[in-house]
Antibody, heavy 118, light 107 residues
Framework: QVQLVQSGAEVKKPGSSVKVSCKAS????????ISWVRQAPGQGLEWMGG????????HYAQEFQGRVTITADKSTNTVHMELSSLRSEDTALYYC???????????WGQGTLVTVSS | DIQMTQSPSTLAASVGDRVTITCRAS??????LAWYQQKPGKAPKLLIY???TLDSGVPSRFSGSGSGTEFTLTISRLQPDDFATYYC?????????FGQGTKVEIK
């Protein structure tokens, strides 16, 4: 069973960057497909991008192209999501989700709250 | 990008009611449609994938149907634990898209 543990809450200034981590267990790195989904307060789910293990690269939502970078560390079975040029609208709960079992987002991390405030 | 439109946005129902939520895709996604349930303060939970396949452990009162551009999630007899927000999601491409959500409230 895939388990995902995310890094802790962050408070950032506008214009800065944030890096959120998602450590996976119960899955091999070669199967470690991870998507990042965010949810602003009181809003719906927004897919940001995902790491595709068969390609070893990431694919990003058009809205976040150029501002988000997803990388994977084989040695620790961890996928990172870095979002740059932060603005107040980026304040949200950021989730990672595994696609290892069914090819879709079937197991989710606990979420990481990122607050952007001056 | 493929757009997903859910209706209604909010639904008020009573325990025991039959509830149906609709999701429409802006272009054909075959059967690459999933449904998630989310409760306040919790991560989404996968209910149904490939339009109609229940994930392990999901009660049989949940069912999904549809293909192409029109999909439905049905809860046959609403239970107290089912009051939550439901999202559809397309996985036809590597770029996923979620619907805007349907909140199922107590009538």
């Amino acid at each position: 069973q895939v388990q995902l543990v995310q890094s802790g809450a962050e408070v950032k200034k506008p214009g800065s960057s944030v890096k959120v981590s998602c450590k996976a267990s119960g899955v091999t790195f070669s199967s470690l497909g991870i998507s990042w989904v965010r949810q602003a307060p009181g809003q719906g789910l927004e897919w940001m991008g995902g790491f595709i293990p068969v390609f070893g690269t990431a694919h990003y939502a058009q809205e976040f192209q150029g501002r988000v970078t997803i990388t994977a560390d084989k040695s620790t079975n961890t996928v990172h999501m870095e979002l740059s040029s932060l603005r107040s609208e980026d304040t949200a709960l950021y989730y990672c989700a595994s696609t290892a079992r069914l090819g879709i987002e079937d197991s989710w991390g606990q979420g990481t709250l990122v607050t952007v405030s001056s | 990008d493929i757009q997903m439109t859910q209706s209604p946005s909010t639904l008020a129902a009573s325990v025991g009611d039959r509830v149906t939520i609709t999701c429409r895709a802006s272009q054909s996604i075959s059967s690459w449609l999933a449904w998630y349930q989310q409760k306040p303060g919790k991560a989404p939970k996968l209910l149904i994938y490939k339009a109609s396949t229940l994930d392990s452990g999901v009660p049989s009162r949940f069912s999904g149907s549809g293909s192409g551009t029109e999909f439905t999630l049905t809860i046959s007899r609403l239970q107290p634990d089912d009051f939550a927000t439901y999202y559809c999601q397309q996985s036809n491409t590597y770029s996923r898209t979620f619907g805007q959500g349907t909140k199922v409230e107590i009538k």
